[in-house]
């Protein structure tokens, strides 16, 4: 027998067993029972053993007829748009919709779904994750999903028909595999006032011809905002027109930003990872919020896996999808980098080791930094940088995920340091915290916890 037909036939055997660990152990205990009280002429001990074989048996069966009422239905289910990593707030989370509709359990009887599987949180690291609801009565099964950190998870799904006592429990139809992207979490908006307002970006004038002046309106150009586009006109000319304003000029700003979610390879902590998926989140509520506050920016937005540019929320959507899956990983040869800006922003973190040849690329240019830094490191930069605005940020991690691959938990080089350029500041600078007792993290918090 090969080893896929043994894998086929153990999976068999595992999906029609009719007892739960808690059945199996009661089933164990009276067949023990019943043995020894035959040997020793025991009534008393027989009759428990008759009954701890009994009920779960007949629990079983009355399952397993039940679960023959329903052996078309499908489990089919889909995640919620609010999915992502949870990160900073654990409460915070989507959910797997699962289809139940005509399937009414008998009393005594819970509808038990079930999602399990591996999610890749980076190049070499991935956890486990498993989640189950059980209920009565529901059309529809909504299942959480507490992703702690951004990634890809291949969930499978199974629903089964157990008893309250949570003693057998009977397959329902077949199970059903699927892909679910996770993308980070927004744990909070950078400051902005001071780089919008005192950067300014690379500024672009356009004068338009007369003949955009006689329709107030000019050919669309990618970068526009969806919103300008006068969509009645073009679909009579068949071409895209963006409204203009009836002054002779207008003035655009350019901000160049660099995602810099790099590590060493050998670099495999949660911690590390946390570092990543945060900055990641970061970015997108600074792309968010400084597109609601100022409506003539372009945002182009440089990482490993490209160049984007964001003039809209749609556009910082997609890019939040397109990072979902961007591990902390070494830095690819030939990034791209643009030694003409007058200055940058960059989001990094203290696992950054090719950040300083990395400002040296871009020779005299202003770099405007946001970081992340080890909790109870110092402050985590040398002592000639300032920054603008510290503070404290935690990142929960367990519950539902168990690491599946060799990985710590904390990374071993606590005093790592980062530097900047002359000219150059840190905007702001966030001690993560990896948290791994949600409870003994809350108690020490409250006023009067211990520290």
Same mark, same amino acid.
């Given at each position: 027998?090969?080893?896929?037909?043994?894998?086929?036939?153990?999976?068999?055997?595992?999906?029609?067993?009719?007892f739960?660990?808690?059945?199996t152990?009661?089933?164990?205990?009276?067949?023990?029972?019943?043995?020894?009280?035959?040997?020793?002429?025991?009534?008393?001990?027989?009759?428990?053993?008759?009954?701890?074989?009994?009920?779960?048996?007949?629990?079983?069966?009355?399952?397993?007829?039940?679960?023959?009422?329903?052996?078309?239905?499908?489990?089919?289910?889909?995640?919620s748009?609010?999915?992502?990593?949870?990160?900073?707030?654990?409460?915070?989370?989507?959910?797997? $919709?699962?289809?139940?509709?005509?399937?009414?359990?008998?009393?005594?009887?819970r509808?038990?779904?079930?999602?399990?599987?591996?999610?890749?949180?980076?190049?070499?690291?991935?956890?486990?994750?498993?989640?189950?609801?059980?209920?009565a009565?529901?059309?529809?099964v909504r299942?959480?999903?507490?992703?702690?950190?951004?990634?890809?998870?291949?969930?499978?799904?199974?629903? $089964?028909?157990?008893? +309250?006592?949570?003693?057998t429990?009977?397959?329902?139809?077949?199970?059903?595999?699927?892909?679910?992207?996770?993308?980070?979490?927004?744990p909070r908006?950078?400051?902005?006032?001071?780089?919008?307002?005192?950067t300014?970006?690379?500024?672009?004038?356009?004068?338009?011809n007369?003949?955009?002046?006689?329709?107030?309106?000019?050919?669309?150009?990618?970068?526009?905002?969806?919103?300008?586009?006068?969509?009645k006109?073009?679909?009579?000319?068949?071409?895209?027109?963006?409204?203009?304003?009836?002054?002779?000029?207008?003035?655009?700003?350019?901000?160049?930003?660099?995602?810099?979610?790099?590590a060493?390879?050998?670099?495999?902590?949660?911690?590390?990872?946390?570092?990543?998926?945060?900055?990641?989140?970061?970015?997108?509520?600074?792309?968010r919020?400084?597109l609601? $506050?100022?409506?003539?920016?372009?945002l182009?937005?440089?990482?490993?896996?490209?160049?984007?540019?964001?003039?809209?929320?749609?556009?910082?959507?997609?890019?939040?999808?397109?990072?979902?899956?961007?591990?902390?990983?070494?830095?690819?040869v030939?990034?791209?980098?643009?030694?003409t800006?007058h200055?940058? +922003?960059?989001?990094?973190?203290?696992?950054?080791?090719?950040?300083?040849?990395?400002?040296?690329?871009?020779?005299?240019?202003?770099?405007?930094?946001f970081?992340?830094?080890?909790?109870?490191?110092?402050?985590?930069?040398?002592?000639?940088?300032?920054?603008?605005?510290?503070?404290?940020?935690?990142?929960?991690?367990?519950?539902?995920?168990?690491?599946?691959?060799?990985?710590?938990?904390?990374?071993?080089?606590?005093?790592?340091?980062?530097?900047?350029?002359?000219?150059?500041?840190?905007? $702001?600078?966030?001690?993560?915290?990896?948290?791994?007792d949600?409870?003994s993290?809350e108690?020490?918090?409250?006023p009067?916890?211990?520290?």
């Open positions: 027998m090969t080893a896929a037909r043994l894998r086929a036939q153990i999976a068999r055997v595992a999906r029609y067993y009719p739960t660990v808690a059945g152990i009661v089933f164990a205990i009276g067949v023990v029972f019943v043995a020894r009280g035959g040997a020793l002429g025991d009534v008393y001990r027989t009759s428990l053993g008759i009954l701890a074989i009994g009920l779960p048996m007949l629990l079983a069966v009355v399952g397993r007829s039940q679960a023959g009422r329903f052996s078309e239905v499908e489990a089919s289910w889909r995640a748009r609010d999915t992502q990593a949870t990160m900073t707030a654990p409460d915070r989370c989507g959910h797997v $919709e699962i289809n139940a509709r005509g399937i009414q359990p008998w009393f005594f009887y509808l038990l779904a079930r999602l399990s599987g591996p999610l890749r949180v980076g190049s070499h690291t991935s956890f486990h994750f498993h989640e189950e609801l059980a209920t009565h529901a059309e529809v299942v959480p999903l507490p992703f702690p950190l951004p990634g890809k998870a291949r969930l499978t799904c199974r629903l $089964e028909i157990r008893d +309250i006592f949570g003693m429990r009977a397959a329902l139809g077949p199970a059903t595999t699927g892909e679910v992207v996770t993308p980070a979490a927004m908006a950078p400051q902005l006032t001071r780089i919008v307002t005192e300014g970006g690379e500024e672009s004038t356009r004068v338009r007369p003949e955009e002046e006689r329709y107030y309106m000019r050919e669309y150009i990618p970068g526009d905002r969806l919103r300008d586009i006068n969509w006109a073009s679909s009579r000319i068949r071409e895209l027109f963006a409204r203009v304003s009836p002054e002779t000029q207008e003035q655009s700003r350019t901000l160049t930003i660099y995602l810099r979610n790099f060493d390879p050998q670099e495999r902590s949660v911690e590390a990872l946390s570092h990543g998926a945060y900055i990641s989140g970061w970015l997108i509520a600074f792309l919020t400084l609601r $506050e100022e409506s003539d920016v372009t182009r937005v440089i990482t490993a896996r490209g160049t984007f540019t964001c003039t809209d929320e749609e556009a910082v959507d997609r890019l939040s999808w397109e990072l979902a899956d961007l591990w902390l990983d070494p830095e690819p030939g990034l791209t980098v643009d030694p800006a200055q940058v +922003i960059v989001f990094s973190t203290p696992f950054d080791t090719g950040f300083d040849a990395f400002a040296t690329r871009l020779g005299r240019t202003a770099i405007h930094l970081t992340t830094q080890l909790a109870g490191s110092g402050n985590g930069t040398s002592a000639e940088v300032e920054s603008i605005s510290v503070d404290q940020a935690a990142v929960f991690f367990g519950g539902s995920v168990v690491p599946s691959s060799r990985v710590r938990l904390y990374t071993k080089d606590r005093d790592l340091v980062r530097t900047c350029p002359d000219g150059s500041d840190i905007i $702001e600078q966030i001690g993560l915290r990896l948290v791994c949600r409870r993290y108690r020490a918090s409250a009067g916890g211990y520290r």
